[in-house]
């Protein structure tokens, strides 16, 4: 360790030569092979079970997420021009390569059921669009029908949808591009409006990079700035901000060299590597700035071995523990997350060893850091009126950390996450404004598929069971946010009325499993029989009942599921099983697995870093008093969310992982410096205002760089980039305050480090 | 002048080859015109298959008769059991009118049923009724496009084309063996022109002077789905009363 030391020190033009090769390597990887995943599905963990059967059933009854094309004309879409921009716009998203021309849904594509006199008929609602007398007619036909008014035209006539079902894996830039511009391609008269879920998430794909891209200079530069401001040196703060900046380049430059996409949540690794990689060199040049006012005119040499000698242990510590931190994210049951884990593991550890060389190499190449001189005591006067004031008033303290403890733990219960992509918008945008409008001219642009299934063929055919599903349907709807359903029975009930003369009054299930099996023959052969295995499957074992939804807010799909499940035993005495599919619902499961991970990772990487603690610092006591600031910023950091109704998004949960890296490295840091001031002999309160005076400051200042860094983003037009913000500024708050404050007492209390102490245990 | 002389040479030729050769409609009205029983009598077995392999078995006993300018037809369901006795019957006329009933015996109801077009499926098959009906050629223009053997049998390829453009079908390629005038193979195009389904002959049975097609099978491509129909226990030309085309033996079912 000595001789690569001194080789380092003797050599820096060459280590940064190295430094700077491997980048360029890394670099070179990111360029070459680097690419990013834009594919969401390719997120999910498709091996769980609700995902294993979510896909069978989407597979088999050929469940997809639909773009919606909505035509608004002010008046009324009965007119020959609006009917034909709904034929061509129909005919247009059917040549699309991406698009299954059986997948798309309009007005032009649907099936008429009608009564007549003698019969059953059904028919297209045109083929060629109807001239001016016969659009009366059309009119007539659309409103009598169930099926179709309120779901392709709107109840007020003034508005159709076109429904373009696509495959998990066809959306693209290019596609999402091709689809806007060919909906501006109809406007006027008429509005065109282009929602969905694919839409929404092909939106969020595109403004959240693009606001990134804008928000992340001036974070960067934010950050620069403050570091200027607190290291006092432009060469400081050049090579603290390059430790940050290549080791997110090697970060990546792996990932790419290994073949790991970049995933959505992989954005969040610069996020935690600025976060946490900037406090190593803040504490180097922090230790190495009080070395040189307490020894003025030094060689650089003797200070550089100084700050190397005394800073290397707590930056090795703090790094470690980071990064077994990071790796418990293995446990998580979702790829990118497990990567995340990894990956971030790997750029700590990357930071630190760019810290423990670079910095170094960088004071031998371009001398020390100019300091002013006086300050110094300034600085030590403000160290020993806090620790005073904290030691005299520690009723105070442990009250208020008390009482916050418990309004968070209160406010823990409360916690969500949302795994709707609607609500990552502004109310006043484009997009929600689209989906508010769609959803309040029909049934919802959210979609809940609910799959029925029994062991016996043919048992989608009983009226009990039929009428049960009815009942469910109707019951479901009742809920305000529930806009329409539609199953097996409505086709049913559609053909009992029209077979007996339009009565309404046989607008319900036959009550006679042979009459339902003849009205299916008869459909099938009157109908486009494709339809029907929408529904159910070919032999009647299973039915998809699916229901429109007004949103995709985790609360409202969760009060419809409940209302749902409602349901589960009396289906169950008949046989039926009940289960969920399509992508609404397994975006609720993902969201729950990933806060379920998120919170079994915290506790394992709690329970591992009080272990390594206990051995780095040799008393478990350590272990646990360092430990305290994680718990208190997790207990908080959560907490706050609870108590304001702030839901967490699949990113934002991630950030739970930054109250271990920060909660630690602020605890070592603290602990490290507190022993040696103890070893050297300094009492109690004396070893808390040195300690307060050398980490206490580099803390503040680290704490101080983050925070305004970070608060630039509260500044961003994407909400959750601003959570994102306002999240890692909040968690390095409360890491801060706790470590300096309850942490402290923690120390004083347990009486840790007291060197008489060291030969009982 | 040599090159000209060569020219005209060829033309004559091509002429005396096109006069040998039934030119697209010709093939198309002889296969038209083929002769066929009278009356039949069979069992007819629907195989529908889906994309993922599931079958649905129907069976169906069948009579048809013609009767000059109009075809009639009737097809009572055998199995499955909950659509027993539930029965279909069809007067196609030679205008192209259809007359459609069916019976269901669950409401005990004869109900006439329309579709507005001979585009929609028959009994949720990968037929439609036009495959299954006799399409006029008049309907279309027809182009000889070449000849094959395939299997052994030598065929015409004639090129349909519908003179109704909004017809479902962009176009149609079918393969006639020769002599017999029978369709063997036939290709279908959607109205995007892309390739929607292929129709196979695969047996026929010849009697005296007649050939019914006993077996034939239509795969759709695009959704993966397929339907065989199968017809057993043949009887041609036995005597079928008029009145088998009923209501009221609609509603008879079989005994």
């Known amino acids: 360790m000595k001789t690569l030391r001194d080789k380092i020190l003797d050599h820096p033009y060459l280590v940064m030569a190295v430094i700077l090769i491997i980048t360029i390597f890394f670099f070179k990887q990111i360029k070459d092979k680097g690419r990013m995943e834009t594919d969401l599905d390719k997120y999910m963990p498709h091996n769980h079970p609700a995902f294993v059967y979510s896909d069978a059933a989407e597979e088999m009854f050929d469940i997809k997420d639909g773009i919606i094309i909505a035509i608004e004309h002010p008046e009324s879409v009965y007119n020959p021009e609006t009917l034909q921009k709904i034929k061509d716009i129909t005919k247009a998203l059917q040549k699309m390569d991406e698009i299954h021309k059986a997948d798309v849904t309009s007005l032009y594509t649907a099936d008429n059921i009608i009564g007549t006199e003698a019969g059953m008929d059904v028919k297209a609602f045109y083929k060629r669009v109807p001239k001016a007398e016969k659009l009366a007619a059309l009119r007539q036909e659309v409103a009598g029908n169930d099926m179709v008014a309120g779901r392709l035209i709107s109840e007020d006539e003034t508005v159709a949808v076109i429904i373009a079902r696509i495959d998990d894996d066809v959306f693209t830039q290019d596609f999402y591009k091709a689809i806007i511009d060919l909906g501006v ?52 703060t050049l090579f ?190 484009d997009i929600v404004q689209t989906d508010t409008f769609i959803n309040a001219k029909f049934g919802g642009t959210s979609t809940i598929n609910v799959i029925l299934e029994t062991e016996v063929a043919g048992k989608f055919k009983h009226s009990d069971i039929l009428t049960l599903v009815d009942k469910m349907q109707d019951d479901v709807e009742a809920l305000a946010m529930v806009g329409s359903s539609f199953a097996l029975t409505d086709y049913l009930k559609r053909m009992n009325m029209v077979m007996n003369a339009d009565d309404e009054a046989f607008n319900t299930i036959p009550d006679n499993a042979e009459l339902n099996a003849q009205y299916l023959l008869l459909y099938e052969m009157s109908g486009d029989p494709e339809n029907l295995w929408r529904v159910t499957d070919y032999d009647y074992r299973r039915l998809n009942v699916t229901f429109q939804v007004k949103s995709d807010n985790s609360k409202v799909i969760n009060d419809v599921l409940d209302r749902i499940e409602t349901y589960r035993t009396p289906l169950a005495e008949m046989g039926v099983e009940l289960n969920y599919a399509g992508s609404g619902y397994k975006a609720l499961i993902f969201t729950d697995l990933i806060l379920e991970g998120q919170i079994r990772s915290l506790v394992l990487s709690l329970v591992i870093i009080v272990s390594l603690l206990g051995y780095m610092f040799k008393t478990i006591k350590a272990g646990l008093v360092g430990s305290f600031p994680i718990v208190i910023t997790a207990l908080i950091g959560f907490g706050v969310l609870g108590v304001f109704n702030i839901p967490l998004s699949t990113t934002t949960a991630l950030l739970s992982s930054i109250t271990i890296g920060i909660g630690i490295d602020y605890a070592v840091h603290f602990l490290d410096r507190y022993r040696l001031n103890r070893q050297a002999g300094l009492a109690m309160e004396k070893a808390v205002s040195e300690t307060m005076d050398h980490s206490g400051r580099a803390i503040v200042f680290n704490a101080v760089v983050v925070i305004a860094g970070f608060m630039v983003l509260l500044a961003s037009v994407f909400p959750p980039n601003r959570a994102l913000g306002a999240l890692v500024s909040l968690n390095m708050f409360i890491s801060f305050v706790g470590t300096l404050t309850v942490m402290v007492l923690l120390v004083v209390k347990s009486d840790l480090f007291n060197p008489n102490d060291r030969g009982v245990k | 002048m040599k090159n000209l002389k060569f020219i005209s040479i060829i033309l004559i030729l091509s002429g005396v080859l096109f006069g040998q050769t039934p030119n697209g409609l010709e093939i198309i009205e002889k296969t038209y015109n083929r002769p066929t029983s009278k009356t039949l009598e069979a069992n007819l077995t629907m195989v529908l298959e889906n994309a993922r392999g599931v079958q649905r078995v129907r069976e169906i006993k069948q009579f048809t008769k013609d009767f000059g300018e109009v075809e009639k037809k009737l097809m009572i369901f055998r199995k499955p059991k909950d659509v027993k006795n539930t029965t279909f019957m069809n007067w196609s006329f030679d205008d192209g009118r259809e007359d459609q009933w069916i019976y269901l015996p669950a409401l005990k109801k004869i109900k006439r049923i329309s579709s507005d077009s001979d585009s929609d499926y028959f009994m949720g098959s990968d037929f439609t009724y036009d495959d299954l009906g006799d399409r006029h050629p008049s309907e279309d223009t027809h182009r ?112």
């Not at chain 1, 990134?212 to 060469?235: A, E, H, N, T």
């Not at chain 1, 510590?317 to 998580?332: C, D, E, Q, R, W």
């Open chain 1, 240 to 429: 603290t901000f390059l430790v940050v900046a290549i080791s997110s380049v090697w970060t990546f430059g792996l990932m790419a060299l290994v073949g790991v996409p970049t995933y959505a949540v992989s954005t969040m690794i610069p996020v935690m590597l600025i976060a946490i990689g900037v406090a190593d060199g803040i504490h180097f040049y922090s230790h190495l700035g009080i070395f040189l006012k307490k020894n003025p005119g030094t060689e650089k040499l003797v200070a550089v071995k100084d700050m190397l000698h005394g800073m290397w242990k707590p930056i090795v510590m703090t790094s470690v523990t980071t990064a077994v931190g990071f790796i418990s994210l293995l446990t998580s049951q979702v790829y990118p997350i497990e990567y995340f884990g990894l990956f971030t593991a790997f750029g700590v550890l990357a930071a630190m060893l760019l810290t423990l060389v670079l910095i170094p190499a960088g004071i031998m190449a371009f001398n020390l850091p100019k300091l002013s001189v006086k300050g110094a005591a300034h600085n030590s006067a403000v160290a020993d009126k806090f620790s005073a004031a904290l030691l005299s008033q520690k009723k105070l303290t442990w009250l208020v950390t008390l009482a916050l403890v418990m309004v968070s733990v209160w406010g823990i219960n409360k916690v969500w996450i949302n795994s709707s992509f609607l609500d990552k918008f502004e109310s006043d945008s």
């Open chain 1, 185 to 236: 391609s109809f406007e006027g008269p008429e509005k065109v409006y282009v929602a969905g879920s694919p839409i929404v998430e092909g939106t969020m794909a595109l403004l959240g990079p693009a606001d990134m891209k804008r928000m992340v200079p001036v974070v960067i530069l934010v950050i620069i700035l403050v570091l200027l401001g607190v290291l006092k040196s432009f060469k400081s």
């Open chain 2, 144 to 255: 000889l496009i070449g000849e094959e053997t395939i299997d052994g049998n030598d065929c015409y390829i004639v090129e349909s084309i519908p003179l109704d453009e909004e017809n479902m079908y962009s176009k149609t390629v079918t393969w006639i063996i020769k002599d017999k005038w029978i369709g063997y193979k036939k290709e279908f195009y959607d109205e995007d022109e892309e390739f929607l389904k292929q129709l196979n002959l695969v047996k026929y049975e010849e009697f005296d002077k007649v050939i019914v097609l006993s077996e034939v099978k239509m795969k759709n491509e695009q959704n993966g789905h397929s339907t065989i129909m199968r017809l057993s226990d043949l009887v041609i030309n036995k005597t079928i009363a008029d009145n088998m085309f009923t209501e009221r033996m609609m509603k008879r079912g079989l005994r």
